[in-house]
């Protein structure tokens, strides 16, 4: 890449409007902040200088039809840029900074960032930041396998028992399942049916324990082959019975219980999110690919009527 | 695309601080897997969780250009060149006004009870810079924007097509106010085509100058000759634009200069008038103070281009597209037009929604001397705002609460900012003391 050093990115003799023949290296691989007064030359450092030079360098890369306009690209007014890598700009589009417009404004920033990551592969939730990943049946698999030997293991799928209980546990004998799964313990369908007043307060009891089908129970055992096999249909049972969730309930040698969720859809803090695909590649038009960006865009809204009051107090914290 | 430059144009902008926290995280994700990320910020937290800060300056447009300062925030805090460092430090500071302004004339709102507002009555000087303060949710957006707005356009004979929200009066010296403004961040101007010399509207006088160049009455040439944006001296190619606009997938639009004129938007007969040696499209790539400099013996020209320099905006283009404005620039271009028409029979009542969003301490300055060169023409500044270094600047603070929602919805206090910090209910009262010691 550079001929000096490929830690930096050396930027030499940058002239672009009002900056004055300045020397700067930005760190490679590293989160750097330009500041300054408005109209200080931050942004003909950083986007008439450096984005546009990565830009030229991006459609060097690209077909003919973008290659054609290349020639014709001002050249940032700069003596040379060592150690640039494509770039990707992200800017600030959105003028609408009013309180009204918070709303937009951070949707579309969201948006931005959902491109950023769809570019990367990756995709972060808003909510909590942590990645999104839709769970493949290998992924449980390995899950398992990466468990002591002999852990014990309930492989088990939530029943929304706000729907017609009975008739959904009816469905599921004839399927050929014959157990649940309520506050850790197992229980026959049969014998739970058979327990009007029990099926009714389950049915009712919103936010108690959850109601499981029991899919598969195991004990843990590595390196064999047709144990890998049954639990591998078995996740593949549960993520069709889960509508793609599922639930891992272990207990290891000290009794310690625990309930690991798995989904194969795309998804994260009850938000759905749209796969990185091409689709969502177009910068000209960034809404047009986003199915999800309303709901998302209600969830990071900030209603100033609605905004609960510890909320409020964090707007303090910072001001 | 790991390995790649990512580059971030003030992406905390309109988040809220716990989102902002959570962009943080995404960038330095970013980072984390190998990626180099670049980011234009005035946000404080995110600079102190930055690698590098490099701060360009010290000021704006000839002032600036320069690498001030390098390295990581306690660096930059250390740094006495470094502007950004120094206000970071709080070694500089917006100063608290020696003395607070003494008004008479008031609008006052009785029982004020959309929402969640609990039926209070609150006054308003008049010809004074009042800050609305509370934390979120508290009603704040609800007693200026749902009542105090509407109810003066109202009052006016302005249609606004929305209801007033529920108040039993509004009363007082309403009838001093000849004009109601709500001056937000939003761009001045749509499309590429509107820029700020037009938009405090010097432009008609400079083209009447071009027109009454010898040359211009030679060659027939009238005022709209000196127009891009109609037919006759412009560049037809490119419609007077300068340039054309290529979309690209994957990427931001690619600018090229325009084939014919080369960006100078106009026809080359239409160039060859000049004033002084500069041609039309000369003058619209010089900035304000340039141009204030250029036109030193046009004082009418002069005068109405002065405002933008002393809004802090001498470093931009007279011909500059007004979405290559940053929000807080666009705001400001707005008030300069006000200034700018110096009309001692006009009262205009100003309300800004957290005008200091985005900006950097410097700039705050810049607008806070804006508000009080529009009260010494005899206008009235009101503003809802989080920031305490405008609270402390105001000459009466009215804070809404104490919490939000239900729990919100009172006037907490009404006075001056010395008197709110000994206020026990209010949480502005916490933060103000901090500022006013
Ligand atoms: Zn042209």
Redesign the pocket.
Same mark, same amino acid.
């Given at each position: 890449m550079s001929q000096s050093n490929n830690k930096e990115i050396i930027i030499k003799g940058a002239r672009a409007h009002n900056l004055k023949n300045i020397d700067v290296n930005i760190k490679r691989n590293k989160l750097t902040v330009v500041t300054g007064v408005s109209g200080s030359g931050k942004s003909s450092l950083v986007f008439d200088t450096l984005y546009a030079e990565g830009q030229r360098r991006y459609v060097e890369s690209l077909s003919a039809y973008a290659r054609q306009f290349l020639g014709k690209m001002n050249k940032p007014d700069v003596d040379y840029i060592h150690g640039i890598s494509p770039s990707i700009a992200i800017e600030q589009k959105v003028n609408t900074r009013n309180a009204r417009s918070t709303v937009a404004t951070s949707t579309e920033i969201y948006d931005y960032l959902k491109l950023l990551f769809a570019r990367i592969g990756v995709t972060f939730s808003p909510i909590s930041g942590n990645m999104v990943k839709r769970h493949t049946i290998d992924d449980v698999v390995q899950h398992i396998l990466a468990l002591p030997e002999n852990t014990k293991a309930y492989l088990l799928v939530t029943i929304n028992t706000e729907n017609e209980l009975r008739k959904q546990l009816e469905v599921y004998l004839q399927t050929g399942f014959n157990r649940l799964f309520l506050n850790n313990e197992m229980l026959d369908i049969e014998e739970f049916l058979s327990n009007d007043e029990l099926v009714k307060q389950t049915a009712k009891a919103k936010n108690a324990e959850p109601l499981y089908l029991l899919i598969d129970r195991f004990a843990v055992q590595q390196n064999d082959e047709d144990f890998l096999n049954r639990i591998s249909d078995s996740i593949q049972t549960a993520f069709f019975e889960g509508l793609g969730e599922c639930v891992l309930h272990t207990i290891n040698e000290e009794g310690k219980t625990q309930y690991e969720l798995f989904n194969n859809r795309f998804e994260l803090d009850g938000q759905k999110f749209e796969e990185p695909s091409v689709n969502l590649f177009s910068f000209n038009n960034p809404f047009g690919a986003c199915k999800t960006c309303e709901g998302l865009g209600n969830v990071i809204g900030i209603d100033e009527d609605l905004v609960v009051p510890d909320k409020g107090l964090s707007i303090f914290e910072d001001a | 695309m790991v390995g790649s430059l990512y580059i971030l144009d003030e992406p905390s902008i309109g988040l809220h601080p716990r989102d902002t926290e959570n962009l943080i995280r995404v960038l330095q994700k970013l980072r984390d897997i190998g990626n180099t990320v670049v980011v234009v910020e005035h946000d404080e937290e995110i600079m102190q969780t930055a690698d590098e800060i490099i701060d360009i300056g010290p000021l704006a447009g000839i002032h600036g250009g320069e690498k001030v300062s390098q390295g990581n925030i306690d660096f930059i805090k250390n740094d006495t060149n470094s502007l950004t460092g120094m206000f970071l430090s709080g070694v500089k500071k917006i100063e608290v006004p020696t003395k607070r302004r003494k008004w008479k004339d008031y609008i006052e709102i009785k029982g004020a009870r959309q929402h969640n507002l609990k039926g209070f009555d609150v006054k308003f000087p008049l010809r004074a810079f009042t800050v609305v303060t509370g934390v979120s949710g508290s009603g704040k957006t609800t007693l200026i924007k749902k009542i105090l707005y509407p109810a003066i356009q109202k009052h006016l004979g302005n249609y606004t097509g929305e209801k007033t929200g529920a108040h039993e009066s509004i009363g007082g010296d309403i009838k001093t106010i000849t004009q109601i403004e709500m001056v937000d961040q939003n761009p001045i101007g749509k499309s590429s085509r509107s820029n700020p010399i037009t938009y405090i509207k010097a432009y008609d006088a400079i083209r009447d100058l071009y027109s009454q160049l010898a040359i211009s009455k030679a060659r027939g040439f009238k005022p709209q000759h000196f127009s891009f944006n109609v037919e006759g001296g412009r +560049?037809e190619? &490119?419609q007077g634009e300068?340039e054309v606009t290529i979309e690209m997938q994957f990427m931001a639009d690619i600018h090229l200069p +325009?084939d014919? &004129?080369k960006g100078a938007?106009f026809k080359e007969e239409v160039l060859d008038a000049k004033h002084n040696g500069k041609s039309i499209s000369d003058l619209l790539s010089m900035s304000v103070d340039e141009a204030l400099e250029f036109f030193h013996d046009e004082t009418t020209i002069a005068n109405k281009i002065k405002p933008l320099s002393d809004v802090g905006l001498g470093y931009i283009k007279l011909g500059q597209s007004s979405n290559t404005l940053s929000g807080g620039e666009a705001q400001r271009v707005k008030l300069a037009s006000f200034l700018g028409k110096r009309s001692s029979s006009e009262h205009v009542l100003f309300i800004f929604d957290e005008p200091t969003t985005g900006l950097h301490f410097n700039d705050i300055n810049k607008l806070l001397t804006s508000f009080n060169a529009l009260i010494e023409q005899g206008h009235t500044i009101i503003v809802i705002e989080h920031n305490m270094d405008v609270a402390k600047c105001a000459d009466y603070i009215v804070d809404l609460g104490p919490q939000a929602g239900d729990e919100g919805g009172n006037l907490v206090f009404a006075g001056l900012p010395e008197d709110l910090v000994n206020s026990k209910e209010s949480y502005t009262a916490k933060y103000l003391k901090d500022k006013l010691k």
């Open positions: - | +560049c190619t &490119c300068g +325009c014919e &004129c938007r």
